[in-house]
């Protein structure tokens, strides 16, 4: 399925790569997709991705989206802030009740050059611990952001002295 999905995708022939992803299982798909994506590294991939977003809007394909902007894609400027793109579409259309969507922005908060805040990534990990108590990502998010955010606080009483100088 890999080679189809490369020459389908490489040839621009996104309705043969829309046609096979319905026949197939969507996990199967996505795992050979972000393969292919990986062996040729071509924006091709994401156009195509964006066409059949066109067709048919899905949190599974906006999630699709996020994973080739992270990973084969994530090297092309601008990657990672389409990636919150995606990741923010693929939450809203889930209501915000889907841990997996949830954690694609949590993954953007880790990266060197975060893409979202602090305080962004400690309001999704609280909405994802709602969702899933036992969830170590999100409880170790919510623990790092918050001394993050304490560090921060600055003491009236500290600004106050440096105007009176």
Not at 113 to 127: G, N
């Amino acid at each position: 399925m890999q080679h189809l999905i490369k020459k389908h995708v490489l040839n621009g022939e996104f309705d043969l790569v829309r046609q096979l992803m319905s026949e197939t299982d969507f996990m199967e798909f996505e795992e050979a997709y972000i393969s292919s994506a990986h062996e040729v590294e071509s924006m091709m991939f994401y156009t195509c991705i964006l066409d059949m977003i066109k067709y048919e809007e899905s949190s599974e394909m906006h999630d699709l989206a996020f994973l080739l902007l992270v990973y084969p894609l994530s090297e092309y400027e601008g990657a990672l802030d389409s990636a919150y793109y995606h990741a923010d579409a693929s939450i809203k259309l889930t209501d915000g009740k889907e841990v997996k969507s949830l954690l694609q922005m949590l993954l953007l908060h880790a990266i060197p050059t975060p893409v979202i805040s602090d305080k962004k990534a400690f309001d999704i990990a609280k909405q994802i611990l709602k969702l899933d108590p036992n969830n170590n990502v999100a409880r170790n998010v919510l623990k790092d952001t918050a001394k993050r955010m304490d560090n921060v606080v600055v003491d009236i009483n500290e600004l106050h002295q440096r105007n009176a100088r």
